[in-house]
């Protein structure tokens, strides 16, 4: 069975293409290295073992996207492809639009084109909105509306794919709604790699650790939480990406609409997080309170338990994990992948 991995240069992407490798699938990876390299995808196929074929294109351009399926026997698609970064989709929400659904729209044109009928989307916990009770449940509604352009692109993916669904018999879309995905694969080869100073709070405690940037700023300590400081569900991204390998089997199922979590059901706190960091670099890292950030929500986690059941998953590493590998990326790879 063939998979297409889009954006599988990206984060994300590249863990999970070593895992589905693993798990015996042919993996196909395209991406237009908007936001990855090269380096990543040479890096991940030597982890993987495979020489898989790596397409670079811009999977906005239907034309290209539809010479992909052309040239491959596609079985599904996990669609990692899109821009990410919620601060700069408030600034540009056009670009973000465009490329999130451009991207998504012509994949599916492409796959009723080529009669492939399997689809794995990256959604996130963002969909449920500020009002959802914690912790997040697939049966609480999704919010009219998210915090961001970024958030409201996956919002609107996930209604196209629930009208695909609908009109094409034998169509499958997995909803994989992903917490905080952190952490790196344990090689210290390949991990997240954002350009410039980085906005979540993971990629900047580590750069405080191998001394690029001076000092964490944590935003807000008056929260009603244990500490004061932000909760959320934390997820080791080697875990998330065996998500997708158990995802790819409840498509086998032909489950049509499938909307799943993927979290720990564990919250923890910005300062929790600083002092395991602390532990993995070996010294305290320099922090100090900062005002809350705006559009902040205090504490949100994944209820996993449908996970378990449905896909008989479980995220498996902890926090010191996570910390553990990031630190081992990031001081291998201070200034992270080469440039080309
Ligand atoms: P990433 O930026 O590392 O990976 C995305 C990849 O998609 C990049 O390699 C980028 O170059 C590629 N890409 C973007 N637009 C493209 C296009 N038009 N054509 C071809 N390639 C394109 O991000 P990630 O953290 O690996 O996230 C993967 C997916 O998971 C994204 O859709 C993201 O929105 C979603 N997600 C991420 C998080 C997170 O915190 N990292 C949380 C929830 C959901
Ligand atoms: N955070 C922080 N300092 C930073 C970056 C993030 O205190 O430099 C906090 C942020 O306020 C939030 C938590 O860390 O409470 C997680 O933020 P991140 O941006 O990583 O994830 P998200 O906001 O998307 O959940």
Redesign the pocket.
Known sequence: MTILV?????????HTCIELVEAGYDIVV???????CME?VHRTRKLCGVDFPFEQ????DYEATDRLFDKYKIDAVI??????AVGESVKIPVTYYR??L??ALSVLEAMKKHEVKSFIF?????VYGPEAPVPYNEATPVSRSTASP?GN??LMIEYILKDTVKAIPGFNAVLL?????VGAHASGEIG??PTGIPN?LMPYVAQVAVGKLDMIHIFGNDYDTPDGTCQRDYIHVVDLAKGHVAALKKVKENCGLFVCNLGTGKGTSVLEMVKAFSRSCGKELPYEFAPRREGDLPAFWADPAFAKEQLGWVAEKGIQEMCDDVWRWQSKNPDGFPQD
């Open positions: 889009t954006g599988g240069a990206g984060y994300i992407g590249s395209a991406d237009n290295f908007v936001n990855s990543a294109i811009d999977l906005t669609h990692f492809a899109g821009l990410k490329n999130n451009d991207s990256s959604s996130s916990a963002t970024y692109t996956k709604r992903y917490f905080n995905p997240e790699n979540n």
